[in-house]
């Protein structure tokens, strides 16, 4: 049986968008997917780094579908996505693929569900302070690292390998649907997409 393959750039993001896509999945309702161990490329802004991610995936023989995931930080997911789609359509994989920009960053995820995860222990020592909410527009702040660390206790501060599998498991679904966040409606319609793909090869499309 051929795998689904995921490509991320942060190393605490290796597991944590494992985690996030293999639940996602399972709460749409999606067909049995295998899922291979996540790969890191470099540079998935630039089109030299999404080829040589390209590249990376079109070596794993038992490959059928693959999703690359990044962040975007202060660019825009509605412009660069389907260029960065584009980069992949140009590689001419034999199999389909799905391109999804965090905006900004896959962290801003933890925001709408910050309130259920405020108070719960993250590692020894380390939580997000109690009675902590959402703020308004959370797609808008700019380095939710720092956002969180500001909300940990003194002397301590938010580390992706460390915290960031930990938060992803915490998130819910359903909160994050209720924020109407973007970039979340992106990643379930790329993972429904990559469930029947059809025609198209590449998701999202080109833009009109």
Not at 122 to 130: A, K
Not at 168 to 193: K, P, V
Request: net charge positive.
């Amino acid at each position: 049986m051929g795998k689904t393959y995921l490509v991320v750039e942060g190393h605490g993001e290796v597991e944590a968008a494992r985690n996030l896509v293999i639940r996602l999945w399972a709460d749409l309702g999606l067909p049995h997917a295998v899922w291979g161990a996540p790969k890191r490329g470099k540079a998935l802004n630039t089109r030299a780094g999404v080829l040589q991610a390209c590249e990376l995936l079109r070596s794993e023989r038992d490959c059928t579908f693959a999703l690359l995931l990044r962040d975007e930080d202060d660019g825009c997911p509605a412009t660069a996505g389907p260029e960065t789609a584009a980069w992949v359509a140009a590689a001419s994989l034999p199999f389909p693929a799905a391109v999804v920009l965090a905006h900004r960053e896959f962290e801003a995820w933890f925001l709408p569900c910050i309130h259920l995860m405020a108070g719960r222990e993250i590692r020894p020592g380390v939580r997000v302070v109690e009675g902590t909410t959402c703020p308004e527009d959370p797609e808008s702040i700019r380095d939710v690292k720092g956002w969180l660390s500001k909300r940990f206790p003194p002397g301590k501060a938010y580390k992706p390998t460390l915290d960031q599998l930990k938060l992803t498991q915490w998130i819910d679904f359903n909160a994050l649907r209720a924020s109407q966040a973007r970039s979340f409606r992106t990643i379930e319609n790329a993972l429904r997409f990559l469930a029947a793909p059809g025609a198209l090869r590449v998701y999202p499309p080109p833009r009109p």
